[in-house]
């Protein structure tokens, strides 16, 4: 089993719809948790951490549900700029650094 | 400031070369890390450097990949023997201290023919 799932999409929207993308974790043992956005060809892109009470940026809003091993990730009021993949990540297990990635979800948001 | 920067940006070789990619990390940023990017697919975690030393080399997938950084700086991922399946994006990313947020370098797209 992966440590990370996503479902990898692709997710088409229109301008202004709101979309929501859901990852699961497996390492109950996880302490810290991520989106990150990677546009084609690019790195990935630090969108926002995810803390237990949820945390909002603006259009994004990220959740982190610890019993059931899932973050979430909201955007309202979609742009054509939000276009790009999302991934999820997580990690902080005790005596790890490295960051668990899902295999990202393809957001195209259409005029 | 400065972020991330690795080299080369992009690294043709033929199976069974050996290639070097380099990793500069943000100033200051104690730590290192390098991910592999296979296509459709998220990061993958290879090695972790606290410092000079690698705190965590879990990821890396045999003994053909080796990585330093014996400066505490400038990290560079070595892999010989190169295998078509090693073809991918190989990622750098650095964090202040080990726990911060990780910023990631542009990547060095490897293929291997």
């Known amino acids: 089993r992966k440590e990370v799932e996503q479902d990898p999409g692709p997710f088409n929207v229109p301008e202004g719809a709101t979309v929501a993308f859901n990852c699961t974790y497996s390492n109950s043992a996880s302490q810290s948790f991520f989106w990150y956005r990677q546009d084609c060809r690019k790195e990935p892109k630090l969108l926002m951490s995810v803390y237990s009470s949820g945390n909002e940026d603006g259009r994004f809003t990220a959740q982190l549900n610890r019993a059931s091993q899932y973050i979430s990730l909201l955007i309202r009021d979609s742009k054509l700029s939000d276009s790009a993949t999302y991934l999820c990540?997580?990690?902080?297990?005790?005596?790890?650094?490295?960051?668990?990635f899902g295999t990202g979800t393809r957001l195209t948001v259409i005029p | 400031g400065a972020g991330v920067s690795q080299t080369p940006s992009n690294k043709v070789t033929e199976k069974g070369k050996y290639v070097e990619l380099r990793c500069d990390p943000i100033?200051?940023?104690?730590?290192l890390y390098w991910y592999r990017q296979s296509l459709g697919q998220g990061p993958e975690f290879l090695i972790y450097f606290q410092g000079t030393g690698a705190a965590d080399d879990s990821g890396l997938p045999n003994d053909r990949f080796f990585a330093v950084r014996p400066e505490g700086s400038v990290s560079t991922l070595k892999i010989q023997r190169t295998e078509r399946g090693d073809s991918a994006v190989y990622l750098c990313?650095?964090?202040?201290?080990?726990?911060?947020?990780?910023?990631f370098g542009p990547g060095t797209r490897l293929t291997v023919l």
């Open positions: 990313a650095s964090s202040w201290d080990g726990q911060g947020t990780q910023y």
């Open positions: 990540a997580v990690g902080g297990q005790t005596g790890a650094n490295n960051l668990f």
């Open positions: 100033s200051g940023h104690t730590a």
